[in-house]
T-cell receptor, first 111, second 115 residues
Framework: KQEVTQIPAALSVPEGENLVLNCSFTDSAIYNLQWFRQDPGKGLTSLLLIQSSQREQTSGRLNASLDKSSGRSTLYIAASQPGDSATYLCAAPIGGNQFYFGTGTSLTVIP | GAGVSQTPSNKVTEKGKYVELRCDPISGHTALYWYRQSLGQGPEFLIYFQGTGAADDSGLPNDRFFAVRPEGSVSTLKIQRTERGDSAVYLC?????????????FGPGTRLTVT
């Protein structure tokens, strides 16, 4: 069974801390992996897309890495802010056209 | 141009009724995806269009669900004989092309409630 899992399910940190969110997947032959942010009651906002040939991507305070051989991706958030509070989801097109999503990590940044 | 749009934003219907949910992708995007998201879960794949054709409909849960994209742009997800278990947020996404490394852009979703 193709799966994408995210750990932890929830995370609460004080403002200013650096943090890492984890995503693991079962198929090393993925084309790419995408990280999203979802605010309550809203759609998904794309954060970073890592191609299979890349090892990492950076956007501002965000850095995402991809290790296909171990089936893992991490999203690193530097100097967290209360506005970063949201659910973070990873997704990958495992096995073809189907994009599989993790269940997300709910992040709360405490002022 | 503008991002992915979906209408309606909310839909409440009675069990057994027929509903249509609309998705307007980003102009020029040939790939379009429908997902369903239940509370506390990640989005679940339903169907993928490349142009006008459904390239992969393996995620549709049963034959009550059907989707079309007749002109390769706007898509409509159709649900017949709705059931309470169909209640969820239905999300649409588009990308420049299909699988192969293109970023997906999501709409705000349609929250469907079946009473």
């Amino acid at each position: 069974k193709q799966e994408v899992t995210q750990i932890p399910a929830a995370l609460s940190v004080p403002e200013g801390e650096n943090l890492v969110l984890n995503c693991s997947f079962t198929d090393s032959a993925i084309y790419n992996l995408q990280w999203f942010r979802q605010d309550p009651g809203k759609g998904l906002t794309s954060l970073l897309l890592i191609q299979s040939s890349q090892r990492e991507q950076t956007s501002g305070r965000l850095n995402a890495s991809l290790d296909k051989s171990s089936g893992r991706s991490t999203l690193y958030i530097a100097a967290s802010q209360p506005g970063d509070s949201a659910t973070y989801l990873c997704a990958a097109p495992i096995g073809g056209n189907q994009f599989y999503f993790g269940t997300g990590t709910s992040l709360t940044v405490i002022p | 141009g503008a991002g992915v749009s979906q209408t309606p934003s909310n839909k409440v219907t009675e069990k057994g009724k027929y509903v249509e949910l609309r998705c307007d992708p980003i102009s020029g995007h040939t790939a379009l995806y429908w997902y369903r998201q239940s509370l506390g879960q990640g989005p679940e794949f339903l169907i993928y269009f490349q142009g006008t054709g459904a390239a992969d409909d393996s995620g549709l849960p049963n034959d009550r669900f059907f989707a079309v994209r007749p002109e390769g742009s706007v898509s409509t997800l159709k649900i017949q004989r709705t059931e309470r278990g169909d209640s969820a947020v239905y999300l649409c996404a588009s990308s420049k092309a299909g699988t192969g490394g293109f970023e997906q852009y999501f709409g705000p979703g349609t929250r469907l409630t079946v009473t």
